[in-house]
């Protein structure tokens, strides 16, 4: 097998194994309510930004969310989610693959939870529900806030304390 096969099929099982943990952390380790989820799923997502690149980064948070979804349903499948995880990978792979500093980390966590979670996310609740989207905001706003500070502190300690992987590359 040549080394550049040999490397595609280690990016292809990597990705897997992030699917599969993306599916796990949202699906069975996570807190959902019907309009607020606090979790880690996206840990495999900057994960796979910080080391794949940013077209892996969204494949992983889109094939997550769609497998998730139809393997483990919480509510019936609807696209909107899966579109709003895979710019979630996007916006992560963008900042995070070339340098992950602290103002990166700060800005891919904040495009993706103001656009995806709290815009996007929140239009999908209140077309799925039929809430009213202005009244859904705030209490997302408040999980948004949360979530910014989780995820720019997980994915800092993700970038400081595992630098093995970077040697490993894949």
């Not at 990597?14 to 069975?28: E, G, K, P, Q, T």
């Not at 700060?106 to 009244?135: D, K, Q, R």
């Not at 999980?143 to 595992?162: D, S």
Request: proline share 4%; aromatic share 14%.
């Amino acid at each position: 097998m040549t080394n550049s096969k040999k490397t595609k099929t280690q990016q292809i099982v990597f990705m897997a194994v992030l699917i599969a943990i993306n599916i796990i952390l949202s699906r069975f380790l996570s807190i959902s309510a019907w309009n607020l989820k606090i979790g880690f799923s996206f840990v495999p997502v900057a994960i796979a930004a910080l080391y794949l690149g940013t077209w892996q980064a969204g494949a992983v948070a889109a094939i997550g969310d769609f497998l998730g979804a139809n393997l483990f349903p919480i509510a019936s499948y609807y696209p909107g989610f899966t579109l709003s995880a895979f710019l979630t990978g996007i916006f992560y792979g963008l900042f995070l693959r070339q340098k992950p500093s602290f103002v990166n980390i700060f800005c891919s966590v904040l495009l993706s939870e103001l656009i995806c979670s709290l815009l996007l996310n929140s239009l999908w609740i209140s077309i799925l529900s039929g809430s009213p989207y202005l009244a859904l905001l705030l209490p997302r706003l408040f999980q948004a806030g949360v979530m910014i500070i989780i995820k720019c502190f997980t994915i800092r300690l993700l970038v400081n304390y595992i630098p093995v992987l970077r040697q490993h590359t894949i």
